[in-house]
């Protein structure tokens, strides 16, 4: 079996990929920073190669003698300094680009994000052909990326590939996604926008781990993919975790201004504070617009199926219980007994 050079493999991704690509037959060797969580993947007989993505010279090296490249290492933040975006979503980029021409891969698949779009424009349909718009640093550099990689395709025949996920979700992350509508519940916090009508377009993380997957045998060159669940509404989302918690949680309607303008704040504090808001600015486009986005195509050109969302988020809420996340102290239980009410 080919040898496959994964980046962000000690990533939330990461966790899912690796074993994933091990279990379909793949021989794996992920570069890896030392100062990162690497020890699972040596467990799995995970080659490791040491170096950063914005290293050209540990990139080289890491690249040799590998067949397909899965490039998933990306700064992904609601917040923070431009230039750390840019040298690693964009540089690191062309540093494995660079390698990977020299190296003749087979293969090149790229992760880049459906929010290069920027934020959605009514009630359009998110297809692999909607205009792109970042309103972002971490948008922008993406998207810059993806480009980038798409022009080594054009102008030197490198066979890339390109994959945009929706917003990730599953066991593994306390970040965005999991964090508003897994975390945040079951701490307590009950806060919902405009009666929850907004769309969201969860991807299961295993489910990104297929796409990808499906891409090293199917994907065309040249071709950018979406790999999306189905879009729900925030109420259906809050619904289906209800459900498979066994209690209704009563969510507060805070109004949008108010919303954003705590976000606005808490940005601005940032500056002074240097630590990530809860609510960040950059959220907004996230919380606040209709992402109603298709998947049809990895669905016809590459045999893509997507897992249920009652499904991935049960094991997203296990996964939460194991970690004791929840209301655990008398306190917060008589609380909860007062705002929650039993299905």
């Known amino acids: ?8 493999a000690t990533g939330f991704l990461g966790h ?19 100062s990162a969580d690497w020890h699972f993947l040596r467990e799995m007989g995970v080659e490791l190669a040491w170096g950063d993505v914005r290293d050209a010279g540990a990139v080289r090296a890491a690249c040799a003698g590998c067949q397909a490249v899965v490039h998933a290492a990306a700064r992904f933040r609601f917040w923070g300094a431009r230039q750390d975006f840019f040298s690693i979503n964009v540089e690191g980029t062309r540093n494995m680009l660079e ?4 190296s003749r891969v087979e293969r090149f698949v790229h992760i880049s994000t459906i929010a290069v779009i920027g934020k959605p424009r009514g009630q359009a349909v998110i297809d692999e052909d909607y205009p792109p718009a970042p309103q972002d640093d971490y948008q922008a550099s993406k998207l810059e990326a993806e480009r980038l990689a798409l022009s080594y395709h054009r102008d030197y025949g490198l066979p890339v590939i390109v994959l945009r996920p929706g917003a990730f ?3 593994g992350s306390r970040y965005a996604f999991n964090r508003l509508f897994f975390e945040d519940p079951l701490k307590g916090i009950q806060v919902q926008v405009h009666h929850g009508k907004h769309i969201v377009f969860p991807a299961y993380i295993k489910d990104v781990a297929q796409g990808i997957e499906l891409c090293l045998r199917r994907g065309r060159p040249g071709e950018i993919y979406n790999i ?9 989302v809050n619904e289906i975790v209800d459900r498979l918690l066994g209690y ?6 805070a109004p949008a201004w108010l919303m954003l303008a705590l976000a606005r704040i808490w940005t601005w504090l940032s500056r002074y504070t240097r630590r990530e808001p809860y609510y960040p600015l950059n959220l907004a486009p996230y919380v606040f617009y209709d992402w109603i986005v298709s998947n049809a195509k990895a669905r ?16 997203t809420l296990d996964w939460y219980l194991k970690l004791g996340i929840g209301p655990t102290n008398r306190l917060t239980r008589a609380l909860t007994r007062l705002t929650w009410r039993k299905l």
């Open 1 to 8: 079996m080919d040898l496959i050079l994964v980046t962000g």
């Open 228 to 236: 999306s669940g189905e879009c729900l509404t925030h109420r259906e």
């Open 99 to 102: 390698a990977a021409l020299q």
């Open 300 to 315: 016809h050109e590459l045999g893509f199926v997507s897992t249920p969302f009652e499904v991935g988020a049960r094991a």
């Open 248 to 253: 209704r949680i009563l969510r507060l309607n």
């Open 169 to 171: 979700y599953g066991p």
């Open 16 to 34: 899912s990929l690796c074993p994933y690509l091990m279990e379909h037959g793949y021989r794996l060797r992920a570069l890896v920073r030392p």
